[in-house]
Nanobody
């Protein structure tokens, strides 16, 4: 079992920044951030391979969001800059112990989830 604990959400005005953190109870192969707005499906935002540091992003956040990790603390971060109202959602940290050829961005392919942290961006 892996426990994931997120922190860092909040309310900001458009153009502002927030930094989310996700602390895992042990090492996992891949970690990702997802978000879900009311009435919408859960969307993959960014991912990182904890070993190599390779990253990927959904197009809508490229050049604005940065995912990084601190392997010594089993912690992943999501730095969110130039926030827009459409970034408003509950943000979830997710982890899995392998890829086995699966895409990184499908929520159903992740085993472990955090409780979520709310991000609200006002115009």
């Amino acid at each position: 079992q892996v426990q994931l604990v997120e922190s860092g959400g909040g309310s900001v005005q458009a153009g502002g920044s927030l930094r989310l953190s996700c602390a895992a109870s042990r090492y996992t192969y891949r970690m990702a951030w997802f978000r879900q707005a009311p009435g919408e499906e859960r969307e993959g935002v960014a991912t990182i391979l904890t070993g190599s540091g390779n990253t990927a992003y959904v197009d809508s956040v490229k050049d604005r969001f940065t995912i990084s990790r601190d392997n010594a603390k089993n912690t992943v971060f999501l730095q969110m800059n130039s926030l827009k109202p459409e970034d408003t959602a509950m943000y979830y940290c997710a982890a899995r112990v392998g890829d086995w050829g699966r895409s990184w961005s499908r929520a159903s392919d992740y085993t472990y989830w955090g409780q979520g942290t709310q991000v609200t961006v006002s115009s």
